[in-house]
Every structure is written in structure tokens, then in C-alpha cells.
């Protein structure tokens, strides 16, 4: 009976604690920086929105960020570069906040603090583009985001920790505007994230795998 407990347990874990099914971003050491041409595309900070889930075995949190500044450089037709700088400070907890005020500023406090963003001492995060590439899913290249047609590299910086990441998006030149739409996941320990990531850890785990998802609007 111990035995078959100890499975459910096991096979329970092994359910609760996935991130939302998403592309897994590719991660790497950084790569060089090249010097951008084109025109600016400001980042609307207003319109632009960027939302993370975080999972548990005992369930998942939602929140999102504010984007305090950012700008694309557009040739033509093509980004060729561009940065976002992320507030940390804004980190901001939703699924929460109509049930439970105390916990929600609870999880947010110890989101922002030391053992995970540290917002005291890192107070912005930033991603710098090194490229933007058209992609067109093939046999053996395909994704999970649906009518991705840009593949989107670029230095993410959380803690003074930077890893280049790349992954599918969506991108549309519409009218003087650009939106940019992403939905992949990230492993929080490769920027020194590592408080309750050990699976040892049953029910106190917190899975290491985040899942991140923007809309990004930009305008001459």
C-alpha cells in the first residue's frame, strides 16, 4: 500500500509541477552585440504587456511585468535591432488578487526579493536583440506557436546574469506599428535562480521552468 502511495505521489508531482505547454526557448552563452541601423520604433509601454506563469505541485501563479522603456530599429522592412528594458520593481501577482490580498503580497514580496529577482539591487532587467530571422516551419523545424514567422535572438539580463535566448515569434508591420507576439519557456536557475528548483523537494518545489508570454507594440 506504501509502495502504491508512493507512485500516486510520485506520478502527482510529475503532473502539477509542468510549465504551461509552450516552445522552450533556446539558451546560450551571450552573443556579441552588432550596431544597429534603421529607424526607431518606440515600444509602447502602455499597449505592451509582459506576462509570466510560474508552477507548483500544489498549482501555478500568474503575473506580469511593466515595460519601462524599449525601442526597435527597423530597415525596410526588417528589425534589425533594438532593447527592452523590463522594471522589476512592477512584478506583479494577478491570479491572487481577487482571493487572497495578504498571500498575493506575500508571494510578491518574496518574488522581488533575494532569493529570486532581488529588485533592491537589480532593478531593471533588459533584452537586447542580436537577431531577427524569417522562419518557416519544416519536417524536423516545427513549433509549437502557430503562424510564427520570425525566429527572435537577443541577450536577456536578469541580475547581472546575461544568457542569449532565442525563440519563435509573430510579427506584423501594420500602419507605422509593430506587434511582436511570443509564448516560451525559460529555465530560472541559468540566471541564478535556484531557491526550491531541487524536485527532492515534493510539495516545497518550485518548478525551474518558467513560462514567459509578451505582446509587444512599437510606433514610429
Known sequence: MKYIL?????????????????????????????ESVGSPYLVDTVNSELQWIGTK???????????????L???DTAITGGNIIIKMNSLENMDLSKTDTILQRKLENELKGPLFFDVTNFPVATFEITSVSDF??????????????????GNLTIKNITKNISFPAIIRFEKGEITALANFNIDRTLWGMTYRADKSMQDKLINSVVNIQFTLKAKR
Do not use: R, W
Open 136 to 153: 518557416s516551419p519544416s519536417v524536423g523545424n516545427e513549433v509549437l506557436m502557430k503562424n510564427a514567422n520570425y525566429t527572435i535572438q
Open 57 to 71: 505541485p500544489t498549482g501555478k501563479h500568474v503575473g506580469h511585468f511593466k515595460i519601462q522603456e524599449g525601442k
Open 6 to 34: 508512493s507512485i500516486m505521489l510520485i506520478i502527482f508531482v510529475a503532473a502539477c509541477e509542468q510549465a504551461p505547454k509552450a516552445d522552450k526557448a533556446t539558451i546560450t552563452e551571450a552573443h556579441p552585440v552588432k
Open 73 to 75: 530599429l527597423v530597415k
